[in-house]
Protein backbone atom coordinates (compact mmCIF):
# COMPACT_ATOMS: atom_id res chain seq x y z
CA UNK A 1 0.00 0.00 0.00
CA UNK A 2 2.78 2.47 0.91
CA UNK A 3 4.75 1.83 -2.65
CA UNK A 4 1.12 2.48 -4.24
CA UNK A 5 1.08 5.48 -2.87
CA UNK A 6 4.53 6.91 -2.41
CA UNK A 7 4.50 5.72 -6.78
CA UNK A 8 1.11 8.16 -7.48
CA UNK A 9 2.59 10.64 -5.31
CA UNK A 10 5.76 11.20 -7.20
CA UNK A 11 3.95 10.67 -10.40
CA UNK A 12 1.82 13.79 -9.22
CA UNK A 13 4.57 15.84 -8.58
CA UNK A 14 6.39 14.83 -12.17
CA UNK A 15 2.95 16.10 -13.90
CA UNK A 16 2.95 19.19 -11.50
CA UNK A 17 6.36 20.46 -12.61
CA UNK A 18 5.56 19.50 -16.05
CA UNK A 19 2.70 21.46 -15.46
CA UNK A 20 4.70 24.49 -13.73
CA UNK A 21 7.07 24.50 -16.87
CA UNK A 22 5.39 24.30 -19.74
CA UNK A 23 2.26 26.31 -18.38
CA UNK A 24 0.08 23.88 -19.93
CA UNK A 25 -3.70 23.63 -18.64
CA UNK A 26 -5.44 20.33 -17.18
CA UNK A 27 -5.53 18.56 -20.02
CA UNK A 28 -4.86 15.18 -22.00
CA UNK A 29 -1.41 15.14 -21.91
CA UNK A 30 -0.88 15.76 -18.17
CA UNK A 31 -3.45 12.81 -17.54
CA UNK A 32 -0.96 10.98 -20.06
CA UNK A 33 2.42 12.57 -18.39
CA UNK A 34 0.31 11.41 -14.74
CA UNK A 35 -0.47 7.54 -15.60
CA UNK A 36 2.75 7.62 -17.69
CA UNK A 37 5.20 8.27 -14.64
CA UNK A 38 2.77 5.76 -12.85
CA UNK A 39 4.11 3.39 -15.25
CA UNK A 40 7.69 4.11 -15.76
CA UNK A 41 7.93 4.47 -11.89
CA UNK A 42 6.11 1.22 -11.46
CA UNK A 43 8.83 -0.77 -13.87
CA UNK A 44 11.55 1.20 -12.29
CA UNK A 45 9.97 -0.25 -8.85
CA UNK A 46 9.72 -3.78 -9.85
CA UNK A 47 13.53 -4.33 -11.12
CA UNK A 48 14.38 -2.66 -7.65
CA UNK A 49 16.63 -4.16 -4.98
CA UNK A 50 14.65 -5.24 -1.31
CA UNK A 51 16.11 -2.81 0.41
CA UNK A 52 14.81 0.11 -2.42
CA UNK A 53 11.43 -1.51 -2.79
CA UNK A 54 11.47 -1.12 1.35
CA UNK A 55 12.55 2.58 0.45
CA UNK A 56 9.49 3.17 -1.54
CA UNK A 57 7.29 1.23 1.35
CA UNK A 58 8.72 3.28 4.11
CA UNK A 59 8.38 6.69 2.20
CA UNK A 60 5.23 6.03 0.95
CA UNK A 61 3.64 5.30 4.53
CA UNK A 62 5.24 8.18 6.30
CA UNK A 63 3.60 10.66 3.66
CA UNK A 64 0.39 8.82 3.92
CA UNK A 65 0.54 9.65 7.77
CA UNK A 66 1.19 13.71 6.38
CA UNK A 67 -1.78 13.39 3.67
CA UNK A 68 -3.91 12.09 6.64
CA UNK A 69 -3.13 14.51 9.33
CA UNK A 70 -4.06 17.18 6.07
CA UNK A 71 -7.30 15.47 5.50
CA UNK A 72 -8.27 15.64 9.25
CA UNK A 73 -7.62 19.25 9.21
CA UNK A 74 -9.58 20.17 6.62
CA UNK A 75 -12.82 18.46 7.62
CA UNK A 76 -12.74 19.53 11.26
CA UNK A 77 -13.08 22.75 10.70
CA UNK A 78 -11.63 24.63 14.12
CA UNK A 79 -11.39 28.48 13.01
CA UNK A 80 -10.01 29.34 16.57
CA UNK A 81 -6.35 30.83 14.84
CA UNK A 82 -3.99 30.13 12.24
CA UNK A 83 -1.34 29.07 14.93
CA UNK A 84 -3.90 26.98 16.70
CA UNK A 85 -5.09 25.37 13.86
CA UNK A 86 -0.83 25.09 12.63
CA UNK A 87 -0.84 22.89 16.48
CA UNK A 88 -3.80 20.78 15.92
CA UNK A 89 -2.38 19.93 12.26
CA UNK A 90 1.14 19.15 13.84
CA UNK A 91 -0.22 17.06 16.43
CA UNK A 92 -2.60 14.74 14.74
CA UNK A 93 0.76 14.39 12.59
CA UNK A 94 2.89 13.26 15.67
CA UNK A 95 0.03 10.87 16.86
CA UNK A 96 -0.09 9.30 13.74
CA UNK A 97 3.41 9.19 13.47
CA UNK A 98 4.07 7.87 16.84
CA UNK A 99 1.16 5.47 16.13
CA UNK A 100 3.14 4.19 12.77
CA UNK A 101 6.02 3.87 15.15
CA UNK A 102 5.06 2.29 18.06
CA UNK A 103 1.97 -0.03 17.11
CA UNK A 104 2.66 -0.37 13.23
CA UNK A 105 6.53 -0.98 13.59
CA UNK A 106 6.81 -2.52 16.88
CA UNK A 107 9.86 0.32 18.06
CA UNK A 108 10.34 2.13 21.10
CA UNK A 109 11.78 5.52 21.79
CA UNK A 110 14.68 4.54 21.86
CA UNK A 111 14.84 3.09 18.34
CA UNK A 112 14.49 7.51 17.09
CA UNK A 113 18.45 7.86 18.56
CA UNK A 114 18.13 10.65 20.57
CA UNK A 115 21.55 11.72 22.26
CA UNK A 116 23.75 13.84 23.56
CA UNK A 117 24.71 16.48 21.23
CA UNK A 118 28.25 16.97 22.96
CA UNK A 119 29.96 14.28 20.73
CA UNK A 120 28.58 15.59 18.04
CA UNK A 121 29.59 19.47 18.29
CA UNK A 122 31.26 19.47 15.08
CA UNK A 123 28.37 18.75 12.57
CA UNK A 124 26.06 20.71 14.58
CA UNK A 125 28.06 23.76 14.32
CA UNK A 126 29.04 23.58 10.48
CA UNK A 127 25.39 23.05 10.50
CA UNK A 128 24.08 26.32 12.33
CA UNK A 129 27.57 28.03 9.75
CA UNK A 130 25.47 27.08 6.61
CA UNK A 131 22.24 27.98 8.13
CA UNK A 132 23.25 31.15 9.47
CA UNK A 133 24.97 31.61 6.08
CA UNK A 134 21.75 30.96 4.19
CA UNK A 135 19.77 33.32 5.91
CA UNK A 136 22.26 35.97 5.62
CA UNK A 137 21.97 35.53 1.93
CA UNK A 138 17.97 35.17 1.56
CA UNK A 139 17.24 38.40 3.95
CA UNK A 140 20.24 40.37 2.84
CA UNK A 141 18.02 43.62 2.45
CA UNK A 142 16.42 43.31 6.18
CA UNK A 143 19.71 42.52 7.83
CA UNK A 144 20.96 46.17 6.17
CA UNK A 145 17.68 47.45 7.14
CA UNK A 146 18.45 46.95 10.96
CA UNK A 147 15.34 45.28 11.54
CA UNK A 148 15.16 44.68 15.18
CA UNK A 149 13.96 40.89 15.58
CA UNK A 150 11.46 39.88 17.85
CA UNK A 151 11.27 36.74 19.91
CA UNK A 152 8.03 34.26 18.67
CA UNK A 153 4.93 34.33 20.97
CA UNK A 154 4.70 30.82 22.89
CA UNK A 155 1.96 29.57 20.62
CA UNK A 156 4.44 30.25 17.85
CA UNK A 157 7.14 28.01 19.43
CA UNK A 158 4.86 25.19 20.09
CA UNK A 159 3.82 25.05 16.44
CA UNK A 160 8.17 25.22 15.41
CA UNK A 161 8.87 22.33 17.92
CA UNK A 162 6.27 20.22 16.93
CA UNK A 163 7.41 20.89 13.42
CA UNK A 164 10.39 20.38 13.60
CA UNK A 165 10.26 17.14 15.54
CA UNK A 166 7.56 15.46 13.01
CA UNK A 167 9.26 16.38 10.46
CA UNK A 168 12.38 15.52 11.79
CA UNK A 169 11.20 11.93 12.15
CA UNK A 170 9.38 11.88 8.80
CA UNK A 171 12.52 12.50 6.51
CA UNK A 172 15.40 12.05 8.83
CA UNK A 173 15.16 8.93 10.87
CA UNK A 174 12.05 7.14 8.01
CA UNK A 175 13.56 7.91 4.77
CA UNK A 176 16.78 8.72 5.03
CA UNK A 177 17.29 6.12 7.57
CA UNK A 178 15.52 3.58 5.18
CA UNK A 179 17.35 5.47 1.74
CA UNK A 180 20.74 4.94 3.27
CA UNK A 181 20.66 1.31 3.08
CA UNK A 182 19.37 1.39 -0.39
CA UNK A 183 21.25 4.25 -1.98
CA UNK A 184 24.77 5.88 -1.64
CA UNK A 185 24.84 8.54 0.94
CA UNK A 186 25.00 11.38 -0.74
CA UNK A 187 21.72 10.22 -3.28
CA UNK A 188 20.09 8.81 0.27
CA UNK A 189 20.25 12.73 1.23
CA UNK A 190 19.24 14.20 -1.75
CA UNK A 191 16.57 11.86 -2.25
CA UNK A 192 15.20 12.47 1.84
CA UNK A 193 15.99 16.43 1.28
CA UNK A 194 13.76 16.75 -2.12
CA UNK A 195 10.89 14.74 -0.30
CA UNK A 196 11.54 16.61 2.60
CA UNK A 197 10.43 20.46 0.87
CA UNK A 198 8.12 18.55 -0.61
CA UNK A 199 6.12 17.98 2.18
CA UNK A 200 5.96 21.46 2.82
CA UNK A 201 3.56 22.26 -0.05
CA UNK A 202 0.78 19.77 1.09
CA UNK A 203 -0.37 22.86 3.13
CA UNK A 204 1.48 26.08 1.01
CA UNK A 205 1.23 27.10 -2.30
CA UNK A 206 4.24 25.71 -4.61
CA UNK A 207 7.27 28.25 -4.98
CA UNK A 208 9.90 27.00 -7.05
CA UNK A 209 12.60 28.95 -4.49
CA UNK A 210 11.10 28.09 -1.64
CA UNK A 211 11.37 24.45 -3.06
CA UNK A 212 15.02 24.94 -3.78
CA UNK A 213 15.77 26.87 -0.23
CA UNK A 214 13.84 24.03 2.00
CA UNK A 215 15.69 21.35 -0.29
CA UNK A 216 19.22 23.24 0.80
CA UNK A 217 17.90 23.16 4.75
CA UNK A 218 17.28 19.48 3.86
CA UNK A 219 20.49 18.82 2.72
CA UNK A 220 22.10 20.39 5.66
CA UNK A 221 19.43 18.35 8.19
CA UNK A 222 20.74 15.28 6.26
CA UNK A 223 24.68 15.46 6.35
CA UNK A 224 24.81 16.65 10.00
CA UNK A 225 22.23 13.32 10.68
CA UNK A 226 24.63 11.80 8.91
CA UNK A 227 27.39 12.93 10.30
CA UNK A 228 27.00 12.62 13.67
CA UNK A 229 25.96 8.72 13.06
CA UNK A 230 22.02 9.06 12.86
CA UNK A 231 22.07 10.96 16.37
CA UNK A 232 18.06 12.58 15.50
CA UNK A 233 18.92 15.68 18.05
CA UNK A 234 21.32 17.18 15.90
CA UNK A 235 19.20 17.49 12.84
CA UNK A 236 16.29 18.24 15.40
CA UNK A 237 17.89 21.16 17.24
CA UNK A 238 19.27 22.96 13.54
CA UNK A 239 15.24 22.52 12.30
CA UNK A 240 14.31 24.21 15.03
CA UNK A 241 16.96 26.38 15.55
CA UNK A 242 16.42 27.33 11.88
CA UNK A 243 12.49 28.20 12.35
CA UNK A 244 12.91 30.40 15.29
CA UNK A 245 15.49 32.55 13.50
CA UNK A 246 13.61 32.94 10.94
CA UNK A 247 10.35 33.76 12.50
CA UNK A 248 12.33 36.40 14.36
CA UNK A 249 13.11 38.56 11.60
CA UNK A 250 9.75 38.21 9.94
Same mark, same amino acid.
Given at each position: ??? %??????? &??? /???? %????? =?? !????? *?????? =??? *????? /???????? #??????? !? =????????? &????SEIIPLNVSPYFDNIFFFSSLLLLVLGYH??? +? @???? +??????????????????????? =????? @?? @???????? #???????? #???????????????????????????????????????????????????????????TVHGIIYGYTYYKSENNLSVPLILHFFNN???? &?? #?
Amino acid at each position: MGS %IFFICYI &SFW /ITFF %IFHIT =GK !SLDVY *LLYAFF =GSI *LILSI /IFYKFSSD #QKLFFMI !S =GETHMCFAL &SYILSEIIPLNVSPYFDNIFFFSSLLLLVLGYHFII +N @RKDV +NDFNIQDIMPDAVPLAIGTLCIC =GIFAF @RN @RNILFSLV #QPHLPSFE #QLVVLGLAAFTEEIISRYYIQGVSLKAFHPAYAILFSSILFSLLHFFTNVFELQIFFFHTVHGIIYGYTYYKSENNLSVPLILHFFNNVFIL &SF #Q
